[in-house]
């Protein structure tokens, strides 16, 4: 039954689909739409998309040769698993109407009943709300992939994808809710965050803490990188849809999404060098890793300020973001917690420093202006969403594990590799063609 069980589901959901499905529908008199931001929104979902098989590149050069694929896959395979879910239920619970600035109600927006091609002023006066779906699905289907980083080389497939649904619907929405929607509870205490800082970055990094915790060490850790060009390639991917991530969430082809554009490349270019110049300071050698992963954690910290900070800024938040991360995986060596690709003292560390430093530098309502309500707000939210992550993530490990166990069997570590017992179908095929 087992084995059965993941297409029986599956089966069930298009059923539920298909019965509950409805044509596109054009609201009336609704607002018109605007060709020009149109067009950017639908290039920037791409751009979007494309940071999954990225991230697939990024994290699959830096494990062991034989778990480049299984940890490859765990990324990829988000794009469909979550794209499916979205539709059904998860955009409702993150964008439907609002229960208490905490959740959204399942159906009102339940298989995109109601998700029309018009408009919606209450999220994109100027793009259809179909569009505006589809964005949002692009940052739901990056934030479990995250997690995978952390748990490399040790977790069964089946138990991923178990927890990955777990983790988006009980997880991410109620964190999307908060942060996005107009009723959401962050959004009306004033948190600001552009493009995902706390939604995506703080809520993966925390759970990858977790997962490290929960799952223990590795018997065997990597000795070296298994291709180093698949990092560099997977930077660059990432890098390049990066501009979507942050420029799109202006959501439109305006001022806005100009400033997004030109602080994300040049946080993340200071934070390249930055990280480089730091570790040849500090008697290492400056390698192509370290400038992979130094690029990625300032897009990681200039996501939140993305629109609200100046240009001179954003290379501050680079900057310090370098440092502060580069400090925090050295420290996180020393521990027990085995992350396996650092994916908490990069993405979740990012995020902490990102998120406090929009808090500080803010247009108008930052620390620097003689402000102090919108960084009292952010250091509460820091403390709920570390709190509401790290535990909630830790109980859906253990829900996981009871239901699906989660560690790959050490027969299976051990009988040839990973991918060999995990995959050995894609190798068949292979060698068949």
Same mark, same amino acid.
């Given at each position: 039954?087992?084995?059965?069980?993941?297409?029986? *589901? /599956?089966?069930?959901? @298009?059923?539920? $689909? !298909?019965? #509950? &499905?409805?044509?596109?529908?054009? %609201?009336?008199?609704? =607002?018109?739409?605007?060709?020009?931001?149109?067009?950017?929104?639908?290039v920037?979902?791409?751009?979007?998309?494309?940071?999954?098989?990225?991230?697939?590149?990024f994290?699959?050069?830096m494990?062991?040769?034989?778990?480049?694929?299984?940890?490859?896959?765990?990324?990829?395979?988000?794009?469909?698993?979550?794209? *499916? /879910?979205?539709?059904? @239920?998860?955009? $409702? !619970?993150? #964008? &439907?109407?609002?229960?208490?600035? %905490?959740?959204g109600? =399942?159906?009102?927006?339940?298989?995109?009943?109601?998700?029309?091609?018009?408009?919606?002023?209450?999220?994109?006066?100027?793009?259809?709300?179909?569009?505006?779906?589809?964005?949002q699905?692009k940052?739901?289907?990056?934030?479990?992939?995250?997690?995978?980083?952390s748990?490399?080389?040790?977790?069964?497939?089946?138990?991923?994808?178990?927890?990955?649904?777990?983790?988006?619907?009980?997880?991410?929405?109620?964190?999307?809710?908060?942060t996005?929607?107009?009723?959401?509870?962050?959004?009306?205490?004033?948190?600001?965050?552009?493009?995902?800082?706390?939604?995506?970055?703080?809520?993966?990094?925390?759970?990858?803490?977790?997962?490290?915790?929960?799952?223990?060490?590795?018997?065997?850790?990597?000795?070296?990188?298994?291709?180093?060009?698949?990092?560099?390639?997977?930077?660059?991917?990432l890098?390049?849809?990066?501009?979507?991530?942050?420029?799109?969430?202006?959501?439109?082809?305006?001022?806005?999404?100009?400033?997004?554009?030109?602080?994300?490349?040049?946080?993340?270019?200071?934070?390249?060098?930055?990280?480089?110049?730091?570790?040849?300071?500090?008697?290492?050698?400056?390698?192509?890793?370290?400038?992979?992963i130094?690029?990625?954690?300032?897009?990681?910290?200039?996501?939140?300020?993305?629109?609200?900070?100046?240009?001179s800024?954003?290379?501050?938040?680079?900057?310090?973001?370098?440092?502060?991360?580069?400090?925090?995986?050295?420290?996180?060596?020393?521990?027990?917690?085995?992350?396996?690709?650092?994916?908490?003292?990069?993405?979740?560390?990012?995020?902490?420093?990102?998120?406090?430093?929009?808090?500080?530098?803010?247009?108008?309502?930052?620390?620097?202006?003689?402000?102090?309500?919108?960084?009292?707000?952010?250091?509460?939210?820091?403390?709920?969403?570390?709190?509401?992550?790290?535990?909630?993530?830790?109980?859906?490990?253990?829900?996981?594990?009871?239901?699906?166990?989660?560690?790959?069997?050490?027969?299976?570590?051990?009988r040839?590799?990973?991918?060999?017992?995990?995959?050995?179908?894609?190798?068949?095929?292979?060698?068949?063609?």
């Open positions: 039954m087992g084995r059965k069980l993941n297409f029986i *589901v /599956l089966a069930i959901l @298009v059923v539920i $689909s !298909l019965w #509950f &499905g409805s044509e596109y529908e054009v %609201v009336e008199n609704a =607002p018109s739409i605007d060709t020009g931001d149109t067009a950017w929104m639908i920037a979902s791409a751009f979007v998309l494309l940071m999954t098989p990225g991230l697939a590149f994290y699959g050069g494990v062991s040769k034989k778990s480049v694929i299984s940890t490859m896959l765990q990324s990829f395979v988000a794009l469909g698993v979550i794209s *499916v /879910l979205w539709v059904i @239920v998860g955009f $409702s !619970l993150a #964008f &439907g109407d609002s229960f208490y600035g %905490v959740i109600n =399942p159906l009102t927006y339940f298989n995109f009943n109601g998700v029309t091609v018009s408009p919606n002023p209450d999220f994109s006066a100027t793009i259809p709300f179909l569009l505006f779906a589809l964005f699905l940052f739901a289907i990056i934030t479990p992939a995250l997690i995978t980083g748990f490399a080389e040790r977790i069964r497939f089946r138990s991923y994808i178990l927890f990955m649904v777990l983790f988006s619907l009980i997880i991410y929405c109620p964190l999307a809710h908060m996005w929607h107009p009723d959401g509870l962050f959004r009306n205490w004033g948190v600001l965050d552009f493009a995902g800082g706390t939604v995506v970055h703080m809520s993966a990094g925390f759970a990858t803490l977790a997962g490290a915790m929960y799952l223990g060490k590795r018997k065997r850790k990597i000795e070296k990188p298994a291709n180093i060009p698949f990092v560099i390639l997977g930077t660059g991917l890098w390049f849809g990066w501009f979507g991530f942050n420029s799109g969430s202006a959501l439109g082809a305006n001022t806005d999404a100009v400033i997004a554009f030109a602080n994300t490349n040049l946080a993340s270019a200071t934070s390249m060098i930055s990280w480089i110049f730091l570790d040849r300071m500090r008697n290492r050698k400056m390698s192509s890793l370290g400038a992979c130094g690029a990625i954690v300032g897009l990681v910290a200039i996501t939140p300020a993305a629109g609200f900070v100046t240009l800024q954003s290379i501050f938040i680079g900057f310090i973001a370098a440092i502060v991360s580069n400090y925090a995986i050295q420290l996180h060596k020393k521990t027990e917690i085995d992350d396996t690709l650092d994916v908490f003292p990069s993405h979740g560390v990012g995020g902490i420093v990102g998120m406090l430093l929009t808090g500080v530098l803010a247009n108008g309502v930052g620390l620097i202006h003689g402000e102090t309500t919108t960084f009292l707000y952010h250091l509460l939210t820091l403390v709920l969403v570390t709190v509401f992550t790290f535990g909630g993530s830790l109980l859906l490990y253990k829900i996981t594990d009871i239901l699906l166990p989660l560690r790959v069997r050490e027969d299976q570590k051990t040839s590799t990973e991918d060999l017992t995990l995959h050995s179908m894609a190798k068949t095929l292979i060698l068949r063609s």
